[in-house]
């Protein structure tokens, strides 16, 4: 098993491919993440609500973390990254 999992990551999880992918990616999320703390009003009205009593950053990270892959690829390019 221990062999098995060596494999996967040395040859699959972390390739160099896939690192220069999740450094793209998490590069898209922060700025996604900046550009919706300093337009709050692009967030949903819940959690523009849940800003009044809360961190904004809370409100943002929890957006974000409820989109979708597609969801979160097409927003960045609507924003215009």
Do not use: W
């Given at each position: 098993?221990d ?22 990616i998490?590069?898209?999320?922060k ?24 961190y ?13 892959d ?12």
């Open positions: 098993m062999e098995l999992r060596n494999f996967l990551f040395e040859k699959v999880y972390r390739t160099s491919a896939t690192i220069q992918q999740e450094n793209k998490t590069e898209q999320l700025l996604t993440f900046d550009y919706l703390l300093n337009h709050p009003d692009m967030l949903p009205s819940g959690l523009r609500q849940q800003n009044k009593s809360s904004l950053g809370r409100a943002v990270c929890d957006y974000i973390a409820g989109m979708t597609y969801f979160a690829l097409r927003l960045f390019k609507q924003l215009g990254f």
